[in-house]
């Protein structure tokens, strides 16, 4: 026996050094990994276990629910399940690329409204989306496109004198801007793919991005359906000023202003749910704010108030599409009154009908002097609205305690962009829409409106990060002894 136990000891040592080398998965309890342990107790069962305790560490981590049950989706933000594709909450780099993409768009619109004004939209008479990425490289080059453009009714019309170092020179205001929309396209196109293929978008905002993208194209081509009304003769009477439709001039325009509302959105919804989830305690106490029934009127109001100035902006659309900015060149009256006699407002001169019975709506999209009018009243509404909403705010003693200081900067940054559009707008009349004066009033639309939309970020409560920080307010939750069983 003293033989056996002594032949065997040198075994037992060659088994001792190899047993630590042995993988720990090899002991690991998959199926208890699964179940839903946490610390306190799996400590309490299986702490005489290195492998069992890590594989409960790491379930804590995760929060596995049940033995079959699917992966939580109570993960930090930015993080995603091995189980899942997208993640929970888009990745800030996202809400960087969006913020960046709607400044591209805002430029766009301001140098758009440049090309406008300086009649240089025209001069491409060509829709060519990938050759034309590159101008004319030498003179036989330059002779075909002035050819072309001298077939144009704008050349027999406005520019018979135009010589070919002029045309260059609107020649290049809409090469620049439609090289500029294809540098958009561009710039989102690609990082969205990646984005999305990297996992690092939820899936909403996966939807909300492909979204933007068919925007973008649908714009691109908007943009050329416009350009095509202009180079038509027949559009309106024979010897008429040349133009694009006003039609499609504010329907370019609203998609820009669409494109941009939905990238600045949504770049900040991005960086408002890492915020709130950092610290969803404090977010908690936020939401309970904003959802109390008095400032149920003010959160109504800001979307009301969104919406009037994108209107207002859609009628300055038809102002610039008709040139109504240059009659009636006062303020506050038109002629010598607040408003010219009826007889002019509704002409029967835009019917197109015998019985006369489109006459009030032609006259209110074709007729720059009700255009103009209308311009006018949705424009002094949009002032006398953010003036009542700000005065709101400042005589309720509700809204005085209960309303966020954030919401409160919000709100005095809307008053301050309406006074600088209005007084804009005049100045742009009275001194016969001048060139740096209206390519600025365009841009102060623009601004308006991401102040209106700044604000309601920060007044409504979104249900998508309310519900992930009510998730991560349970997961950080510990769980009772008396429900494992």
């Known amino acids: 026996m003293t033989s056996t136990i ?35 107790s799996s400590k309490r069962l299986f702490g005489s276990i290195p492998a069992i305790r890590t594989g409960a560490e790491l379930l804590s981590r995760h929060q596995i629910t049940s033995t079959f049950g699917k992966p939580s989706s109570l993960l ?16 800030r780099s996202v809400a960087y690329w969006l913020l960046g993409s709607a400044a591209s768009v805002f430029g766009i619109v301001v140098f758009g409204g440049l090309t406008r004004l300086t009649e240089s939209g025209l001069s491409i008479t060509e829709w060519r989306p990938v050759t034309g990425s590159l101008p004319p490289r030498d003179a036989t080059d330059w002779d075909d496109e002035f050819t072309k453009y001298r077939s144009s009714p704008e050349f027999k019309l406005l520019n018979p004198r135009m010589t070919l170092d002029e045309f260059k020179s609107i020649y290049y205001m809409e ?21 999305i293929a990297r996992g690092k978008v939820s899936a909403p905002m996966a939807l909300k991005v492909v979204g933007i993208a068919g925007l973008i194209g649908f714009q691109g081509f908007l943009g050329w359906w416009m350009v095509k009304s202009g180079l038509k003769d027949n559009l309106f009477a024979p010897g008429s000023h040349p133009r694009v439709s006003q039609y499609r001039l504010t329907a370019h325009l609203g998609t820009a202003f669409l494109c941009y509302t939905a990238m600045l959105w949504n ?147 809307v008053v301050g962009f309406v006074g600088l559009q209005v007084a804009l707008g ?10 740096p004066l209206a390519s600025a009033h365009q841009a102060g639309s623009l ?39």
């Open 6 to 40: 002594a032949s065997a000891t040198p075994m037992l040592s060659i088994l001792r050094k190899a047993a630590p080398r042995l993988t720990r998965d090899f002991f690991t309890c998959h199926h208890i990994c699964r179940t839903s342990l946490t610390d306190q």
């Open 76 to 91: 930090e933000p930015g993080r995603k399940s091995k189980a899942r594709y997208f993640p929970e909450t888009s990745d």
């Open 426 to 435: 005049i100045s742009t009349l009275l001194y016969l829409v001048p060139l």
């Open 175 to 195: 090469w620049t801007h439609r090289l500029w929309g294809r540098l958009v396209g561009i710039s989102f196109l690609l990082p969205a793919a990646y984005f």
């Open 447 to 485: 601004a308006l409106l991401s102040s209106v939309i700044i604000l309601g970020g920060r007044t409504w409560v979104p249900r998508r990060a309310a519900r992930l920080v009510q998730q991560q307010l349970g997961k950080s939750r510990p769980v009772p002894a008396k429900a494992i069983t």
């Open 267 to 413: 770049g900040l919804s991005i960086l408002r749910e890492h915020k709130l989830l950092a610290d969803p305690q404090a977010a908690t106490k936020l939401f309970e704010r904003l959802k109390n029934p008095e400032l149920r009127v003010f959160r109504r109001s800001i979307g009301a108030l969104a919406v009037l100035v994108f209107c207002t902006a859609m009628s300055g659309g038809l102002v610039a599409g008709l040139d109504a900015g240059l009659i009636y060149n006062e303020f506050p009256f038109m002629g010598t009154g607040f408003a010219p006699p009826k007889s002019e407002l509704f002409s029967d001169f835009y019917s197109h009908t015998p019985d006369k019975s489109d006459v009030w709506w032609r006259n209110a999209l074709e007729n720059p002097s009700l255009v103009q009018l209308d311009h006018r009243i949705l424009a002094t509404t949009t002032f006398t609205s953010v003036v009542g909403l700000w005065t709101y705010t400042k005589m309720s003693p509700t809204l005085r305690t209960m309303l966020p200081a954030a919401c409160k900067k919000g709100m005095h940054g």
